[in-house]
């Protein structure tokens, strides 16, 4: 990593819709049993370390589970603060041109590695709501295939940009 | 048996168990899921573990044809904070003992 600063080009409505899933995304983490968690989206984040070992996954589980949500949480906020710097909070939805205008997020090595991992984690959980257990499973009638894509892309362009592509 | 009679015995047999335990070897795997894009997953490998792009690259498509790929041997607990950053990047990740 270098001290680089990636840029993102945004639309104003796209920053705000990221932001509602990364609110809720958030809303999500704040789970803080030392169990596996009951919702399969959220077990899907913190999955057994050991396949063959219950004891063993299960103290894995106790030393990271919540130090991996808190720094989940962490990123989500990260992410947050750079959308709303764009999106501002007085944005109205009726507002068509607004909404359209493009906006410059810039991101430094450790705001990007946020961004990366919220994104890759949103789909993870899109993906378990979605029912999604083979590459094949889709939808193209469903709207939440499309944001489902759409998360997809925007992380494809944010990991070009990591690698220097 | 005479070696728990002393304290040196005692001691002994210890350190040669703690040996033993240490020449074990495990291994990091990571298991190939529908949702983790290609280019993220051999970004996560090159970031995390330093290895070349060929390298990322080719442990990235071990893992989406055959299911599953060894990235990294040595120490269990070394193994268990590979598999923790590896579910920080949201891969699934296990560890286990090496296959004899």
Known sequence: ?165 | MMVAATIPGTSERIELDTTSDISRVWQTVVWNDPVNLMSYVVHVFREYFGFPRDKAERLMLAVHQEGRAVVAQGAREQMELHARAMHDYGLWATVREAPQ
């Open chain 1, 1 to 165: 990593m270098t001290d680089r600063l990636v840029v993102l080009e945004i639309t104003r409505m796209e920053a705000v819709h990221l932001a509602g899933l990364v609110t809720q995304f958030a809303d999500l983490l704040t789970e803080t049993t030392d169990a596996t968690p009951d919702d399969p989206a959220l077990a899907r984040l913190v999955p057994d370390a050991y396949a063959d070992d219950a004891d063993a996954a299960r103290e894995f589980r106790e030393l990271t589970q919540r130090d991996l949500l808190d720094r989940r949480s962490t990123d989500a906020a990260t992410v947050l603060a750079s959308l709303h710097s764009v999106s501002g909070p007085t944005l109205v939805t009726g507002d068509e041109e607004a909404l359209t205008k493009i906006a410059i997020i810039e991101l430094d090595a450790d705001t990007l590695g946020c961004w990366l991992r919220t994104l890759a984690a949103l789909r993870l959980v899109l993906a378990s709501r979605l029912g999604i257990v083979d590459e094949a499973d889709h939808d193209d009638t469903d709207p939440r295939f499309g944001i489902y894509d759409w998360l997809g892309y925007r992380l494809d362009g944010l990991v070009r940009a990591a690698e220097g592509d």
